[in-house]
């Protein structure tokens, strides 16, 4: 084979080649993005946030009259992993939450704590949930002397948990509270820059009002067998109430929450939080007594910077695969398209001149001969001019002798 043949068969694999690359970057930008815009499933996170309120001094329980210390310190943690089943539709957080007092040391500071485990739909990321399949469970509480492995109570989730979804909207999303065990709407409130990271806020309210005012406080769900935490009777003096100190008075707890996300809405990525929660007991679901946790937390720094790095990271992945790749792909397949059809021209023209040089003309390209002959002003006949012919009156007479 001459070189004008290797060149014919290099431009048509040139050729494939770019077609190859389009056809990629179509299917990059339809078909692949939607499969990589869900969830991680090796999500492994602490998040932290810290704050001041009014809390309950734990130790005082055993004392003569329950103790509720104004302005401390408080630090809510929740600790973020992946359980089974997990896998290419579905992820399983396990997401332990505790709020302590960290003027306080070990169990004698520690306030609430829950173990909440939810499957959610790794592109939407609403919990999966129906009447066989609960999609959630809450760990049962255990003293410290219980040496028994933890067992989890099912609890049908339903909305958001703990993320919201790739392209996050501005509109209202149903977001889970394991405490109330139900959904309550997050609302779009604006957008916001954190840490250089443009995203959407959202709010949330759980027995408040927008104003912060108590309106319809949720009855505390105990996660005990007998509800131990969730109904109370203690005599008149350790409640602090007037009257007979020995007088046994009943009294419910209740909780409500206020809460405000600020949401990455490329990833869904949950950057930052704040959270004003109130676990209190009362007669009157409206008149709150005995504070045992009523505190506002903020997501710290350290949290804030890992959050926003995690939402960039995501970005870069999906962007990579969304949008460099398709770019790239599609610029590439063009040039290749070109430069394939110029080299098969050049090898067209190359071989023809090997043959024949006469051939090498414009009457050959690269897919065989050009049949269209010659353009018609090319066959026009050139008319011939008539010769003049003798005439004997002009002729000159004979020279004499």
């Known amino acids: 084979m001459n070189r004008a043949g290797m060149l014919r068969i290099t431009a048509y694999g040139i050729i494939g080649l770019g077609s190859a ?33 009014t809390a309950l001094d734990p130790s005082s329980l055993t004392g003569e009259k329950f103790i509720i210390d104004k302005n401390v310190p408080l630090v809510s943690q929740q600790q973020i992993t992946v359980e089974s089943p997990a896998n290419a539709d579905v992820v399983t957080l396990q997401v332990g939450t505790s709020v302590r007092r960290s003027d306080k040391q070990q169990d004698n500071g520690l306030l609430l704590a829950m173990v909440d485990t939810v499957t959610v739909n790794r592109s939407t990321a609403l919990a999966v949930s129906d009447d066989t399949h609960p999609g959630g469970s809450v760990q049962k509480p255990r003293t410290i002397e219980d040496t028994k492995p933890p067992t989890n109570i099912a609890l049908p989730h339903e909305g958001l948990a703990y993320r919201f979804p790739f392209g996050t909207e501005k509109k209202t999303y149903p977001y889970f509270d394991p405490i109330a065990q139900k959904a309550f709407d997050a609302n779009y409130d604006g957008q916001e820059d954190v840490n250089g990271l443009t995203t959407y806020r959202f709010t949330q309210n759980v027995g408040y009002d927008a104003d912060g005012k108590l309106v319809d406080p949720i009855k505390y769900a105990s996660l005990y067998d007998k509800g131990e935490d969730g109904e109370v009777t203690a005599r008149a003096e350790l409640w602090g109430l007037p009257g007979p100190p020995e007088e046994p008075i009943t ?129 026009a006949q050139t008319e011939k001019l008539p010769a003049a012919r003798p005439r004997p009156d002009l002729e000159p007479p004979p020279p004499q002798r």
């Open 21 to 53: 690359l389009l056809i990629a970057a179509l299917l990059l930008s339809t078909y692949t993005s939607g499969k990589i815009e869900k969830n991680p499933l090796d999500i492994d996170e602490t998040l932290v946030s810290d704050g001041t309120g």
């Open 251 to 379: 009294m419910t707890r209740f909780y409500a929450a206020q809460r405000t996300f600020w949401v990455d809405p490329v990833t869904g990525v949950i950057v930052k939080s704040t959270e004003h929660a109130n676990h209190y007991y009362a007669r009157d679901p409206l008149k709150p007594e005995m504070e045992l946790a009523d505190y506002k937390v903020t997501s710290n720094e350290q949290t804030i910077e890992s959050r926003v790095a995690t939402a960039r990271d995501e970005r870069d992945r999906v962007g990579l695969w969304s949008r460099v790749l398709p770019i790239s792909f599609t610029a590439a397949g063009l040039v290749a398209l070109v430069g394939g059809v110029l080299l098969g021209t050049f090898s067209v023209r190359a071989e023809s001149a090997l043959i024949d040089p006469g051939l090498d003309s414009g009457d050959h390209g690269f897919f065989g001969k050009d049949e269209t002959g010659p353009m018609p002003a090319a066959e």
